[in-house]
């Protein structure tokens, strides 16, 4: 059971002072019986004039601040510690209907899944589709578990891991002719695959560590993207097609969406000159703690907006 503490900065820089609109924040992680806070602080500088807490539609824990100073940084600070309990690849206990592809999902689960196994992206002469039809056995039956990881560790073995920093992401396609491509475009492309082949798929944002020494997890020192797949009897298992991960070893979850663009770790606006902007750095660190920091029964959470000495006005 690994006791975990995050540390997110964000730092963007402006030549001149700028006025900030709104900024949504998600960097919080979701809680549940696999991961939980023992503590979550955020500290923003300049100090917001106005902040408060929500849950979007996919119940993601949203923080949205407002200003009324202009300055030349927006620094926003995030502090976790947590819990986090991973869930094995052979811990995943499937419904028997649902072992071997294809199956249906239960008349129960098929309404609140329709919107996930809608495909969102363009692909007029099913290239995609082609390519996910690849893993499913021809010569006799396909284990559905082991399809998706086959598929997770086709991304993982055959397609270059190149970092962006640019928001947005490539398309399915692109993905596969280029062969390259950052986290996000990998969860794409799997999601695409998978959705083609049927299954219930999310875009996961959060944050991945090394659970042990000699692990050499991906996406480390920024925010990291992978996928939920809906499996009866197991529910949402995570699958990491940069890593290779079956489960949620060294995967802690923050947003959950349909789409990235609904998962976006930090968004805002400024008001100031276009060539003001100068840059935005953001580190992220995960460190393991050798003690817990306190038990499940008892958590202790705080959250709050504070000046940090470091930032002037």
Known sequence: MPNLIIHHVTLYSYSQPVSFGEHRIMVRPREGHDQWLTEAR????????????????FGNSVTIARFDRPATQLSIESTIRMEHHPLESHAVQIEDYAKLYPFTYSSEDMPDLL??????????????????????????????????????????????????????????????????????DFAVLMIEAVRALGFAARFVSGYVYNPAIGDGNVGGGNTHAWVRIFLPGEGWVEFDPTNGIVGNRGLVRVAIARDPY????????????????????????????????????????????????????
């Open 42 to 57: 955020l500290d923003i500088d300049p100090a917001p004039a106005a902040i408060r807490q929500i849950h979007d539609v």
């Open 115 to 184: 919107r996930s196994i809608e495909r969102v992206n363009h692909d007029p002469w099913r290239m995609i589709d082609d390519w996910a039809d690849g893993f499913v056995r021809r010569d006799g039956p396909t284990d559905t578990l082991a399809m998706l990881t086959a598929i997770t560790a086709a991304i993982c073995r055959d397609f270059t891991y190149v970092p962006r920093q640019e928001k947005g992401t490539q398309t399915p396609l692109e993905t596969l002719r280029l062969g390259q491509g950052t986290c996000r």
């Open 262 to 313: 609904q998962a976006v770790p930090i968004s805002g606006t400024y008001s100031g000159l276009p060539e003001s902007f100068t840059g935005m750095t953001v580190s992220v660190e995960v460190d393991l703690e050798a003690e817990p920091t306190s038990a499940r029964s008892a958590p202790s959470t705080t959250e709050q907006s504070a000046i940090p000495a470091a930032h002037g006005a």
